[in-house]
Structure formats: C-alpha cells, structure tokens
DNA sequence: ATTATATGCAACCATATGGTTGCATGTAAA
DNA sequence: TTTACATGCAACCATATGGTTGCATATAAT
C-alpha cells in the first residue's frame, strides 16, 4: 500500500481528525468506542475518520476479537518534515526578506 | 489577522496550492499571471488558490501598480513543527513500537 | 483619449466531504 | 443457544470545495 503525501495532508486539514491524534499520542492503543468517548458526533463518523487516518497510514490498527485497537504511526509526519517543511527553511534569507528590508528602508 | 492552524493545513492539502508553493520557492516575487504559466487552469482559479495561501499566511503578497507580487513565507509551516510534527517524534518508543517487538516475537 | 494589460468580483456548477440513520456481521458472555 | 457488544457497510443529505464564465475596475502604454 503505496501513501501519497496528498492522503497525509488531506488526513490533517479536518479539525477531529486532528483531535483523535492529540488524544492517541496522549494514549494509544484505544478501540473506536474508547475513541469516540472524545468526540461529539457518532460511531461511525468516528470510524470514517479513522479510516482516513488509516489510509494515510498516520494510525495502524490491530484487530483482536471484535475490537480493533489504534496506534499512531510517526513516519508520515517524518516524510512531510523531510518533503516541505525542511526545504522552506532555506527560504529565510530570499526575496521576502529583502523586500521586508526594502519596506523598512522606506518607512 | 490571526491565521488559524487550520487554515494553513487546508491551505496545504490542495495539490495545486503545493505545486505553487513550489513554484514560489524556485523563485518568488512573481505576479498572477507569471505563475498562472505553471497550473493548467484559468487564471481566476489560481487567483483563488493564492488567496487561500495569503489568508493562511503562506504567502504574502505587494501591490505595485497593476500588479501584484506574491513572496511565500515560511513562518506557519514553522509553527506547524513546533505544534504538530516536533512532538510526535516523542513516540518513537510507545506502545506502536511494543506492538511491533510483540509481533515480531510470535512470526 | 484610447487601447491594452493585470487583477478583482460574482454567479454558477459538479463533485467531494463530513455528517446522519438503519441494518448486517462477527465475537464474547450468560 | 440466546443475548449483548464492537465494529462494518450502505444509502442518504447538506454544505464545502475547486473549477468555470462573464463582466468590472484600475493602471500602463500608444
């Protein structure tokens, strides 16, 4: 199962879904109706939204009897720091900053 | 203006926003039209893509003329590091991690 | 003054998204 | 073997999103 950055992102702009994170790295491991004790809306909105998590592989899940358990998963984080964020750390230092210069120059 | 955590994840889940924001980073300081050359769409469709990025703070813009420059700024994805990515590499040694040993024992 | 250029605004449209409800399925407990 | 519990699946719905087209406005060039 091939992730693509596009699924990391699109799994992170929705507010819950950012919530359910927050509260799996303060614990994981937890099953859906464990997890959905945390967010006001039901069962299965819940789920879908794991679902997304899943398939942007920011949570794996393990299924023993009739619970699925879920653990966040650090890696794709780590691929999107390495992909954008780390590269627009060079940017300190370019136009913007020049221009930024050029403004106070004048004012 | 105070932009929102979730205005820069929304803002970044577009794949067309990205590939402006890598455009920008090749070399800002370009106009509407210049980096309508770069997205097969019309040119008020990347207008609004890049208004998207002003408001989360993405990019900022200056109006000379009858043009307007657009300078990305990598501020929010800064603060995105410090609220989102930095603390999950914390979980490098929990329960996800266990669950793997735990597994690996039994196969 | 007229024309061309760069952008903004607004209405509209198809599809995606985030939620609901109802029912089905599989597993544990009595 | 019933009954209860944890989750999955599917249809449906309202709103958000990403695109279009047409027109308006402001500035630069002739």
Redesign the interface.
Known sequence: MRVMS?DV??A??D?SR?HLLDKL?ER??RSLNELCVELDMSRQAVSKHLAILEAANLV?T?ARGRTKYH????IP??D??DR??A???Q??T???MA?KRELEKKT
Chains 1, 2 share one sequence.
């Open positions: 596009q992102f699109k992170l702009a507010e950012r790295r994981d491991g794996v393990l653990y966040l998963n650090p984080l780590q999107i720091i954008w964020i590269p627009y750390r940017h300190q370019t136009a913007l221009l």
